[in-house]
């Protein structure tokens, strides 16, 4: 039984695209069918962040307005066998998906991946909708301050009234938790909040933790999910988190700064 | 032959309502809404692409037959399709019933909303039943005909249909204008065109002189040059003509695409990037050329 994921934070700039492109690559590596999709119209990324851009010749909105088929939108991924990108239009605007278009395409997609990743648009509109009304599963990208939380707690009270699933009154739609740009160093000095300050305002399972690092934005410019870059912490990390979410019972890293002397800091530093 | 009589104008000629730039004479009559008053409604202007009716010998017996032949092969098209008048062919015609003409023409199922290259008397003629006289913006008459062969072909309307006076430099050179240019020439972009951006150039050739972004979009039916980088897509010939050609200063498209054969950047040889090429199509395969 296939299974719609939207990834969805209600703020901008918390790391949906990368943690899409990581979950999605992370799946497949882990031998699903997987797809991600690309929600965020007029203003994509997913295509970079998954260094397919070159290979772009027809997106999400000619399938769902009849001009392109399936087929020849969804573009596989050179490195992870199982991954197919399926990019949105630059020129069009969140008013391109309509809901009976969206159903249509997802339902098409339903046939032939195990998961399929929606990378949803910031914000609690037409798009962001869109990307999780027929969602099955949400995992909610949260940073550690007190905005992107709020906006996170809005997007749960979205998911709880508009998708789909609550809607027809079905199981509602199952939460995760993903913290992302978790920064230690912040953390301890009181600057940001804590994975318990954030659990006991949302109040939903953690699915992993993901570390700051400049391995993140390294990996956004090499076009490669940093999942696949596996020395990196955030690599570890959301491989950890894509575990969890298939059922393993993993412990959570990185939560607490390591204790380390000069000379390994050095090291790293030069690593 | 009916089928010279009217003609389907595509967007090669379009008869825009324009929006009046000062605000309706009712507002200064005291029936006006008050500030801060909901509107009762909202005036926009709007262009549409209408069937022309060139009427070349009204008093033929078989007129009639013939346009019921004609609407006959498409009828869901013509039904109720607003046409106008073109009387430039009866214009030594005299003065003829337009109220009985009106008739006629809805018993077919068509609306006539108005006429164009009529004499003052036919405007007023056509005025008096109810319909409107339009403008003959840039029609596609020869502008050498001397003047005298139509006197009154120009509504009064015009001064005011006619976008807001522009220097006497831009004006001179506006009658010069080959009629033929009206439908679909060169489209000129000088600003540059940013990520999410579509520029069409209908009908005819796109010239861009400034940088073209990454997830931006160029489509022309004709021919596509571009003097900036090329960082987005162009495709050339998109209504299918396959002798169209993209030209561009420096190659770092996304895509390009003449008649429907692409090419995406992947596929482009990388040596060509960066470089001042011609892309055309010869036989199904897109060719890349540089031009040195």
Known sequence: MSKIIVMTSGKGGVGKTTSAASFAAGLALRGHKTVVVDFDVGLRNLDLVMGCERRVVFDFINVINGDARLKQALIRDKRVENLWILPTSQTRDKNALTKPGVERVLGALRQEFDFIICDSPAGIEKGALMALYFSDEAVIVTNPEISSVRDS???????ASRSRRAELEMEPVKEHLLLTRYDLNRVETGEMLTVDDVM????????GVVPESQSVLRASNLGSPVILDSASQPGQAYADAVGRFLGDSLEHRFLTAERRGIFQRLLRRSA | MP???YRRLLASRQFALREPDEKM???????????????????????YTLLVLQLVDLKNPN??????????QAPNFYRHAPVVL??????GSGPFNFAELGRRLRQHKLVPVGVQNGTEEQNQGAINAGMSVFPMWRAAQPLEEPAVAKPSAEP?????????????????????????????GTTLVTKPIRSGRQVYAQQGDLVVLSTVSAGAELLADGHVHVYGALRGRAL????????????CRSLQAELVSIAGHWLVREDMDDHLIGRTVQIYLKGDLLVIEPMS
């Open chain 1, 153 to 159: 707690d809005r997007i749960l009270g979205v998911l």
């Open chain 1, 200 to 207: 006991e305002i949302l109040a939903i399972p953690l699915l």
């Open chain 2, 3 to 5: 089928s010279k009589r």
């Open chain 2, 25 to 47: 004479t009712v507002a200064s009559q005291g029936n006006a809404p008050a500030p801060g008053e909901t509107q009762a409604f909202k005036l926009r202007g709007g262009s």
């Open chain 2, 63 to 72: 007129f009639f037959q013939w346009l019921l032949d004609k609407i006959a």
């Open chain 2, 86 to 91: 073109d009387l430039e062919g009866l214009a």
């Open chain 2, 156 to 184: 009064p309307a015009k001064p005011s249909a006619e976008p807001p006076a522009k220097p006497s430099a831009n004006q001179s050179v506006k009658p010069s204008e080959p009629p033929v240019q009206a439908d679909g």
């Open chain 2, 236 to 247: 050339a010939g998109v209504s299918g003509d396959t002798s169209a050609r993209i030209f």
